[in-house]
């Protein structure tokens, strides 16, 4: 198996002259592989992982865990220090087009136009005169937005000092079956390596991402 990635985070471990956050989303594989190749670096060189993978409180598993559940396991039970953003509690709606204005920036334009692809892929909200065919403007879909997941992992990994505001975390002790799915949530406990998002505030989350896109 290709272990380019691996061997990648390993050797920016190793030339690491500081702690380094990773922030993990999807499968968990080349994070658990690499743990597994040298536990000690990832000891003494990781901050903190940032696991985007996951539900909490839902009985419905993620497709991220579902793409390698051992690895998932191998990470939240490894004792390092992490910060699980799982998908039941982190989730929020993002209304883009009403927040974001296309003619802003580029970057503006860029996210809006991809958030309303999603729409564009779906078959209910294909043009009826173009079945199966997505419109030339996806500006169309003005009134729709996206739910969204993993954003909340990079304001927490910029240490931005307005995160706590937007986001609660919590110390939790969790265990988890074969699957990866979770079988106890303990909340609270100071001496837990893992702390996770609990809940998220929407609307300043939201205020938070257009301040930073519509400049």
Known sequence: ADQGGVD?????????????DLIAVGSM????????????L?????ETIYVVAGTMESRAQDWNVKLDPTAFDRIMTSGLPIVWVPVDTSMWYFPAPQMLVATKNQLARFLLNENLYFWLTTGDYMMKDAPGLPPKDRYLYYDLGLRLWSTPVFVLASHDPDASKMLTLTKV??????????????YGGADSNITAIKS??????????????NR
């Open 200 to 213: 998220v505030n929407g609307k300043l989350l939201n205020q938070f991402i257009v301040s930073r896109i």
């Open 29 to 40: 594989t080349d994070c658990a592989v690499a743990f597994n190749r040298e536990p000690e």
């Open 8 to 20: 990648m985070l390993l050797k920016i471990l190793r030339e690491s002259t500081q702690k380094v």
């Open 173 to 186: 002790h969790v265990t988890f079956d074969k699957d990866g799915m979770v079988t106890s949530v303990k």
């Open 42 to 46: 990832f000891k003494e060189k990781v």
